[in-house]
């Protein structure tokens, strides 16, 4: 699940087959796979393609106190 409140961008590219295409920004690690779940219940995703950003390790915040 991504961090909560860790902006990101979800761009959706329909073409005139009507195909749907979707990209995620902003989240790193395989965390994005949980934002775009819901197209697999309005059609078949033929591709999955993972971009650069869900190759990094996800980002994690550290505190640290004493």
């Not at 073409?15 to 775009?36: N, R, W």
């Not at 309005?42 to 950003?53: H, L, N, Q, R």
């Amino acid at each position: 699940m991504p961090p909560q409140n860790q902006p990101h961008e979800i761009v959706l590219e329909i073409d005139q087959d009507g195909k749907i295409s979707s990209t995620v920004h902003g989240i790193d690690g395989p965390a994005c796979t949980e934002l775009t779940k819901w197209l697999e219940e309005i059609g078949v995703v033929e591709v999955d393609s993972p971009t650069a950003d869900y190759r990094k390790l996800p980002r994690q915040g550290v505190k640290v106190g004493r």
